[in-house]
């Protein structure tokens, strides 16, 4: 039986890409999911493959951007299971430009997106994340390292949602809870299949890294022994060639 067997996983971004693979992967290993996202009907696809493994699945509806959504979402948690041992930060935008054209609007969507949300989420489950030593997980990509042109505004959010998970670990370690940040380069997703198109580049998702890659290193740093926490994952396409 998986050490993970029973847990109860909040997961964000769920419908597609990263999320996706590591809800599934979770459920192989006996974890119960809970799905939020905007759009039930996608999540309500990752529920049918999730209940394939004999785990049991759950949506919600919520925009994570609208903060009364996010304190609704935990009255439902709390209400339903009233206790949270898993929570997984994968659900981001992003909008590409230089610092001269890129909109405002642009940059504070992302903002509240891949920075306030994860941080508000995180918020108002940890105390039911407190009460069994649970476990955090924040997706975060290669530009939240090193920035590159055309991409500050993700870079700048990524940058600061590292920041978040440092400070967090460094405030929640004393209670058992591990704090992991995940840093992937491109992976084949709906994502990266519109910036390639944006960018005017062929997409090949097979130069790419795959979905369940970077969910297996995660799935694997959350089923460790309790002597151990890992902080960090840098993970990059084996091939060179993009």
Not at 53 to 73: M, N, Q, T
Not at 100 to 109: G, K, L, N, Q, Y
Not at 154 to 172: F, G, N, Q, W
């Amino acid at each position: 039986m998986s050490v993970l067997t029973g847990q109860i996983a909040v997961i964000t971004g769920a419908s597609s890409g990263i999320g996706k693979a590591i809800a599934l992967q979770l459920a192989a290993q006996g974890a119960n999911l809970c799905l939020v996202g905007r759009k039930l009907e996608t999540l309500q696809e990752v529920v049918e493959k999730a209940e394939t493994f004999g785990a049991k699945s759950f949506c919600y509806e919520a925009d994570l951007a609208v903060d009364e959504e996010i304190y609704r979402f935990q009255e439902k948690i709390q209400h339903d299971f009233g206790w949270v041992n898993l929570l997984i930060h994968s659900a981001g935008v992003i909008s590409i430009g230089t610092l001269e054209t890129a909109s405002i609007e642009d940059f504070d969507r992302q903002y509240r997106t891949n920075i306030r949300a994860p941080y508000l989420l995180t918020q108002t489950l940890l105390p039911m994340l407190k009460t069994l030593q649970g476990q955090i997980v924040f997706i975060n990509s290669s530009v939240g390292l090193t920035a590159r042109a055309g991409v500050g505004q993700y870079a700048a959010t990524k940058h600061a949602l590292r920041a978040i998970a440092d400070s967090l670990r460094a405030e929640v370690n004393a209670y058992g809870i591990r704090v992991l940040s995940v840093y992937p380069g491109r992976t084949a997703s709906p994502m990266q299949a519109s910036l390639f198109a944006i960018e005017g580049k062929t997409y090949d998702p097979n130069f790419l890294m795959q979905p369940e890659d970077v969910a297996s290193v995660v799935v694997n740093s959350l089923s460790l022994p309790r002597t151990a926490e890992v902080t960090d994952i840098e993970i990059r396409p084996l091939k060179k060639a993009l």
